[in-house]
T-cell receptor
Framework: GNSVTQMEGPVTLSEEAFLTINCTYT??????LFWYVQYPGEGLQLLLK?????DKGSNKGFEATYRKETTSFHLEKGSVQVSDSAVYFC????????????FGGGTRLMVKP | GAVVSQHPSRVICKSGTSVKIECRSL??????MFWYRQFPKQSLMLMAT?????????EQGVEKDKFLINHASLTLSTLTVTSAHPEDSSFYIC???????????FGPGTRLLVL
């Protein structure tokens, strides 16, 4: 079956530090991969996505590259801000599966000034 | 674009009553809507998938008679929690998908507290 594994949080960083949140997946075929962000008390917002191998998704300084050989989609940001504090979810959507999403467990990021 | 709203944002009800949560796509037609449940500090669990004009498809372990889903139009889906109990207290999130789209757009969520 399909599954997504994320590093457990919380991840606590100082402002301007480098961020990596690891995500690996198991799926048949070549799924689309997503990162969603959830701010406190809110629903999920799409942060970035990649639909095929070696694609790089990017948004708001965040990046993630679709690595088929390692089945990974790690999220990175060069310099985090306090406003980036949130829960980050990695997700996959298999092809021909009605765009259903399978989510990882989420990783809470806390950025301190 | 691609804005999804939910109403209400928070609801408190007594045990045994029913609660209806609305999910609307504001600027697009949603051929498919999804309903998720999220427990504190946990990930989202898909409850059901609904396509406009047809019956919802429920995930294993989700009681269809307890969680009634109606997707009556291309911009509105409702989730009714019938005879709510304290264990139904949770954060309910919907998402919507336009025809041919690959990306789901999520509503802000509804926090349900059953006393």
């Amino acid at each position: 079956g399909n599954s997504v594994t994320q590093m457990e949080g919380p991840v606590t960083l100082s402002e301007e530090a480098f961020l990596t949140i690891n995500c690996t997946y198991t799926a048949t075929g070549y799924p689309s991969l997503f990162w969603y962000v959830q701010y406190p008390g809110e629903g999920l917002q799409l942060l970035l996505k990649a639909t095929k191998a070696d694609d790089k998704g990017s948004n708001k300084g965040f990046e993630a590259t679709y690595r088929k050989e390692t089945t990974s989609f790690h999220l990175e940001k060069g310099s985090v801000q306090v406003s980036d504090s949130a829960v980050y979810f990695c997700a996959l959507s298999p092809r021909n599966a009605g765009n259903m999403l399978t989510f990882g467990g989420g990783t809470r990021l806390m950025v301190k000034p | 674009g691609a804005v999804v709203s939910q109403h209400p944002s928070r609801v408190i009800c007594k045990s045994g009553t029913s609660v209806k949560i609305e999910c609307r796509s504001l600027d697009f037609q949603a051929t498919t809507m999804f309903w998720y449940r999220q427990f504190p500090k946990q990930s989202l669990m898909l409850m059901a998938t609904s396509n406009e004009g047809s019956k919802a498809t429920y995930e294993q372990g989700v009681e269809k008679d307890k969680f009634l889903i109606n997707h009556a139009s291309l911009t509105l889906s409702t989730l009714t929690v019938t005879s709510a109990h304290p264990e139904d207290s949770s954060f309910y999130i919907c998402s919507a998908l336009g025809a041919g789209w690959e990306t789901q757009y999520f509503g802000p969520g509804t926090r349900l507290l059953v006393l």
